[in-house]
């Protein structure tokens, strides 16, 4: 899949997905794209979608060149994000000032839903966390990533640390 005509904030045409290969290109090129902010809300960071190598390192490069911005990343299984040894919980915990991890709220947790908001413009949507045939998205929609970022914010601010998710260090 060609995802090179894809650019942040100037590409239009919305985008109706379907399978993993399809759903990892479109993270690593809107991630790596990202100037300004990326929020994620996931079950548990599928590592074959955000433990991608291109994806981590997109993460990375927008900590280290940007270190006032702040990613905010809401999961639902703290517990199958520790014993599967997330590579973004690693990175998250490397940058811990840069990126954010917290719990969903129990009110949240019927939200079955899994989405990636990059700046203000770009998204991707799977209505059920585990499907990926039928997976949404834009380039340049500031509207939906704006309804996406307030039910964001909303569980955002009913989430919980998980203790799980700090790195001891001894």
Do not use: K
């Amino acid at each position: 899949m060609d995802t090179s005509r894809h650019v942040l904030g100037e590409s239009r045409r919305p985008l109706s997905l379907s399978g993993l290969e399809a759903l990892q290109e479109h993270v690593c090129r809107m991630a790596g794209q990202a100037r300004r902010r990326l929020l994620l809300s996931s079950h548990h960071l599928d590592d074959r979608i955000y433990g991608q190598p291109c994806f981590v390192e997109a993460v990375r490069q927008l900590a280290i060149r940007h270190p006032a911005i702040r990613m905010e990343i809401l999961v639902e299984d703290a517990q199958r994000l520790t014993r599967q040894g997330s590579r973004l919980l690693l990175l998250a915990q490397d940058l811990p000032s840069s990126i954010a991890i917290r719990c969903r709220d129990p009110e949240d947790r019927d939200d079955e839903r899994t989405f990636l908001l990059v700046d203000d413009c770009g998204y991707l949507l799977r209505n059920l966390w585990h499907d990926l045939h039928d997976i949404r998205g834009n380039y340049a929609d500031r509207g939906q990533v704006r309804r996406l970022e307030q039910e964001f914010r909303r569980m955002w601010e009913r989430s919980h640390l998980d203790p799980a998710l700090r790195r001891l260090h001894l």
